[in-house]
């Protein structure tokens, strides 16, 4: 098994990059957050995690961060969650964000993420007790269904989190179309 590969970056593609460690080039998947921090020619070190293909095909993806790795790690515990659709997950959802979610039943950061609501629940289901046993205090990141809407208006998803999250605090009990309302004005704004 391989641990972590620290080499130069070779090639860019959509998906993966190779890296060339001491003369031989690995093909390394990668979340979409890390493969746009990386640019031709320059050196990384990356954590890797290696995955065997029903197919016997051994598929190495790569993370930036420890955190990364082990929320993959976490994910692809739940039955139906490949490698590459928890890469998917990580190319959307930051780790914390992820953790977050599954630790207050937050539905849509996972819909954001592309996944159907059954293999949503899932993943909320099967390691909502595992996430909570880590003792860490998660607020959460992706409120309700006026930060979906607002993003799918075409604004910034991590700016709108923000900014609803701020109006919940300031305001706990109001509609979705009043929290609506507000952020777009807010959102106008900045």
Known sequence: MIGSLTGIIDEVNSDHIILNANGIGYIVY?????????????????????????D???Q???FTTKEEQSCLRLLVKVNGISYRTA???????????????????????FKLSGLGPKLTARIITELQNEVNKLNISYSPIIQEDA?????NLGYDRSRVCSVVQ?????SPNLKTEDIIRRALKD???S
Not at 96 to 101: D, F, P, W
Not at 166 to 170: H, L, P, S
């Open 30 to 54: 990668l979340s979409v957050k890390s493969l746009n921090s990386c640019d031709l020619d320059s050196s990384i070190k990356l954590f890797i995690e290696t995955h065997h293909s029903r």
């Open 56 to 58: 016997n095909i051994v």
């Open 60 to 62: 190495l993806y790569g």
């Open 87 to 109: 890469i998917t997950i990580l190319s959307k959802l930051e780790p914390i964000e992820v953790l977050s979610a599954i630790a207050s039943g937050d539905k849509v950061a």
């Open 147 to 151: 930060t979906l809407a607002l993003i």
């Open 166 to 170: 701020d109006i919940k605090k300031d």
């Open 187 to 189: 959102l106008s704004i």
